[in-house]
């Protein structure tokens, strides 16, 4: 799960020993959603550069969106768990 390109994975994999408060995972979701569109914005615009097609670019980070929108989720429901 610790991916070097993205930091928050590393904070969330050393968070996991404690328990998580939902105003904590609140905070996690929204850097995970704040990382993923900066990633989807960064990419863009290096496509751009390069001359490469948006939906050449958008393809290649598919599995890295999917796999954030996949933490994302599982934040979420944790969080309703915790919800009275």
Same mark, same amino acid.
């Given at each position: 799960? /610790? #991916? ?10 050393? =968070?996991?020993?404690?328990? &998580?408060? /939902? @105003?904590? $995972? ?14 989807? =914005? #960064?990419? %863009? /615009?290096?496509?751009?550069? &390069? ?6 670019? %958008? ?5 890295? %969106? &999917?796999?954030? #929108?996949?933490?994302? @989720?599982? %934040?979420?429901?944790?969080? !309703? !768990? $915790?919800?009275?």
């Amino acid at each position: 799960m /610790s #991916d070097p390109a993205n930091p928050l994975t590393e904070n969330l994999t050393e =968070n996991l020993t404690e328990p &998580a408060t /939902s @105003e904590a $995972l609140t905070e996690i979701i929204a850097e995970l959603e704040q990382y993923r569109e900066r990633l989807v =914005n #960064d990419t %863009l /615009s290096m496509a751009q550069r &390069a001359k490469i097609m948006k939906s050449q670019a %958008l393809a290649s980070l598919e599995p890295s %969106l &999917a796999q954030i #929108d996949a933490q994302i @989720e599982a %934040l979420r429901q944790q969080q !309703a !768990a $915790l919800q009275p």
